[in-house]
């Protein structure tokens, strides 16, 4: 599985913008780009995932760099609830294949 | 999202013991489940895959005589710690998915082997 780097943690303020970046220089054609966070003793919680083109839900946004090789997970309003370990992952999507395999993530810290 | 549910959340138990750890899928059906281990301040380490029907695929260096997991219907998975020891201590979480659709995770189980 191609690798995902990310930074070891990041902090934010309460209620402002974070843009988490996640570097995959040796993604391929076929990888999805997930992301989860886990909150201290719970399991990760999808957050959001995309191939190409950039996306949004209701929790956060998910900006794709046009040769794929970068995207950044975008959480428009910092809560303290956010406060969390960020996963990126990458993920073959085709069929019934392809595990999620976790690295060390991004640690958030929010500040009130 | 959906739901995948553990039981039990925590369990401690004495050394040599087994213990049995359910997942369910609460409202689809999981043509794929996932067992995770994962140790204080470390990732998330993938112990295996199974399919629902099928033996489960396990990663190298986790013992499958050890860790005993039945996927026995398209809810429901089991892991079953064999002779539990101290060293098996963690948190172990298990993960759900329906073909293509994102996996979703279960809230954990702590096992605690005294």
């Known amino acids: 599985d191609a690798k995902t780097t990310q930074p070891n943690s990041m902090e934010s303020n309460e209620e402002e913008p974070v843009h988490l970046p996640c570097n995959h220089s040796?993604?391929?054609?076929?990888?999805?780009i997930h992301w989860y966070r886990q909150l201290p003793s719970q399991g990760p919680e999808y957050v959001i995932h995309?191939?190409?083109s950039n996306v949004n839900n209701r929790m956060a946004s998910l900006a794709i760099a046009e040769d794929r090789k970068s995207s950044t997970l975008i959480l428009h309003r910092a809560t303290l609830r956010d406060a969390a370990v960020y996963y990126c992952?990458?993920?073959?999507?085709?069929?019934?294949?392809?595990?999620?395999?976790f690295g060390k993530g991004t640690k958030l810290s929010v500040k009130p | 999202g959906a739901v995948v549910s553990q039981h039990p959340s925590w369990v401690i138990c004495k050394s040599g013991t087994s213990v049995k750890i359910e997942c369910r899928s609460l409202?689809?059906?999981?043509?794929?489940m996932f067992w995770y281990r994962q140790f204080p301040k470390q990732s998330l380490m993938l112990m295996a895959t199974?399919?629902?029907?099928?033996?489960?695929?396990?990663e190298q260096g986790v013992e499958k005589d050890k860790f005993l997991i039945n996927h026995a219907s398209l809810t429901l998975s089991t892991l079953t710690v064999t002779s539990a020891h101290p060293e098996d201590s963690s948190f172990y979480i298990c993960?759900?998915?329906?073909?293509?659709?994102?996996?979703?995770f279960g809230p954990g189980t702590r096992l605690t082997v005294l």
């Open positions: 993960s759900a998915r329906h073909y293509r659709v994102p996996q979703y």
């Open positions: 040796t993604i391929s054609g076929t990888d999805y």
């Open positions: 992952i990458l993920r073959y999507n085709g069929g019934s294949q392809g595990n999620l395999i």
């Open positions: 409202d689809f059906q999981a043509t794929t």
């Open positions: 995309g191939l190409t």
């Open positions: 199974s399919n629902e029907g099928s033996k489960a695929t396990y």
